[in-house]
């Protein structure tokens, strides 16, 4: 499957800073685009996903922005919190047909008090 | 609880050993997953199934061996493992194959070959 390459692999936000993790990718048949959030020792748990018709989705302090031409998308947290420290991964695949997710690296957020 | 569940936690076994790794869920959803999650890599899918049957298995040695005897339950048998196999493996559930309303992780279990 093709690549996605995530970065930062690790950040470290004050507190009510704005957090902004990137993410590219090579196949631009992908279609659907999510993040993950994972807290040590739980599973990666779904966060907030875009699909390229758009170019930003926001929910809550989470936006995701969308270059298609770019081939790009970053998620952005706004006034940045302790509890959002996790760490954060994207992920592509593609909608029509059957496909997996492709997930980046992901980044180690920490957000200090 | 996210609605699925990972037993055990964790597992130390020796090369020799025979273990197996659970997975269930009662979410209804018809797609399982297992994902070995190892230090600073992508998660790594190794293995897919949708209605109870084997869709996608990437290239993974057979010293793993998945088993899903119904569309609530999977397994991962585990037989003569070496060290580079210890990660964090995680299994999830779709409602769909193309999971487009989001992969439901369990929690995991960490695994240390030794």
């Known amino acids: 499957q093709q690549q996605v390459k995530q970065s930062p692999q690790s950040l470290i936000v004050q507190k009510g800073g704005i957090s902004i993790i990137n993410c590219a990718y090579e196949?631009?048949?992908?279609?659907?685009f999510p993040w993950y959030q994972q807290f040590p020792g739980k599973g990666p748990a779904l966060l907030i996903a875009?699909?390229?018709?758009?170019s930003e989705k926001k929910e809550g302090r989470f936006t995701i922005s969308f270059n298609k031409s770019a081939k790009q998308f970053s998620l952005h947290i706004m006034d940045s919190q302790p509890g959002d420290s996790a760490t954060y991964f994207c992920?592509?695949?593609?909608?029509?047909?059957?496909?997996?997710?492709?997930f980046g690296k992901g980044t180690m957020l920490l957000v200090s008090p | 609880e996210t609605g699925v569940t990972q037993t055990p936690r964790h597992l130390v076994m020796g090369m020799t050993n025979k273990k197996s790794l659970k997975c269930e869920q009662h979410?209804?959803?018809?797609?399982m997953y297992w994902y070995k999650q190892s230090a600073k890599k992508p998660l790594e899918l190794m293995f897919v199934y949708s209605l109870e049957e084997r869709v996608e298995n990437n290239s993974v040695p057979s010293r793993f061996s998945p088993e899903c005897p119904n569309s609530s339950h999977l397994f991962l048998h585990l037989h003569t493992l070496q060290p580079e196999d210890s990660a964090l493996y995680l299994c999830?559930?779709?409602?769909?194959?193309?999971?487009?309303?989001?992969?439901?992780f369990g929690s995991g279990t960490r695994l240390t070959v030794v």
């Open positions: 979410l209804g959803h018809n797609a």
């Open positions: 875009i699909r390229p018709d758009v």
């Open positions: 196949n631009t048949a992908f279609d659907y």
């Open positions: 999830a559930s779709s409602q769909d194959e193309g999971g487009w309303d989001g992969y439901t």
């Open positions: 992920a592509a695949s593609l909608k029509s047909g059957y496909s997996t997710l492709t």
